[in-house]
């Protein structure tokens, strides 16, 4: 059970002597969700419910791991009851995802699904083109990181493309030249497919890519590899 119960005792000496750490249970329930085990993702879940009873937002992002863990089986109803019971319960809504990125000595933010930038228009031609590159590529667009009901005229594709974090990418691609190394802040952690697609992208454009998320920093390879070796 990818060493679950060797994670568990770690984390239970540490207890012993120091305060439990709330990254130290988001990244077991990341273990869970990238497992696709939906009891133990509850298990951990509940644990961080009896531990961390103040710290709601950061439950927020946990209720999201559990949800993706039942969207990831095919279990959309009881993705969208679980969100939604928890969402009331914690009385708290989902962070909208934003992304910063430098570039030429300027800092740049976007929100997800952003078209307010004076780019606008090369930024969604970028992102098409390279939503198109990853197709060819062998990327499949990741369903279980939508947790939400799709929109009319909304598809998966273009729901993941709208991520903040491939906008900031792709905002980096439309310039001249471009960077060789493409730096990004994002402040929630970043989701199973932009980690998927980034990686092909940086193997792809042959370009290095740091994202610092909410939990850690990611480093994309030109190798198509990443420096968390896919453990987020």
């Not at 077991?28 to 939906?38: I, M, V």
């Not at 970028?126 to 939503?131: G, V």
């Amino acid at each position: 059970m990818f060493l679950f119960d060797e994670a568990e005792k770690l984390i239970d000496d540490y207890e012993k002597t120091k305060s439990p750490s709330f990254t130290m249970y988001m990244s077991l329930l990341s273990g869970a969700r990238n497992n696709r085990d939906t009891i133990l993702s509850e298990k951990i879940f509940n644990r961080m419910l009896s531990l961390f009873p103040d710290e709601k937002d950061n439950l927020m992002s946990g209720v999201i791991l559990v949800s993706n863990t039942y969207s990831s089986l095919g279990e959309d109803e009881q993705a969208h009851d679980f969100r939604s019971h928890h969402q009331k319960k914690l009385g708290t809504r989902v962070k909208v995802g934003l992304s910063w990125t430098e570039v030429n000595g300027e800092v740049t933010g976007f929100s997800a699904y952003d078209r307010f930038h004076p780019s606008s228009l090369k930024i969604q031609t970028e992102l098409s083109r390279i939503a198109k590159e990853l197709i060819e590529n062998g990327h499949q667009f990741n369903s279980s990181c939508i947790t939400r009901r799709l929109n009319e005229g909304e598809t998966v594709e273009s729901v993941l493309m709208g991520h903040s974090e491939k906008i900031a990418i792709a905002f980096n691609f439309i310039q001249e030249p471009i960077p060789e190394f493409i730096q990004i802040r994002k402040n929630l952690r970043v989701c199973f497919d932009c980690h998927a697609a980034t990686k092909l992208i940086a193997k792809i454009r042959q370009r290095d890519i740091i994202i610092r998320d909410a939990n850690r920093i990611h480093h994309f390879q030109r190798s198509g590899q990443c420096s968390c070796q896919d453990h987020f």
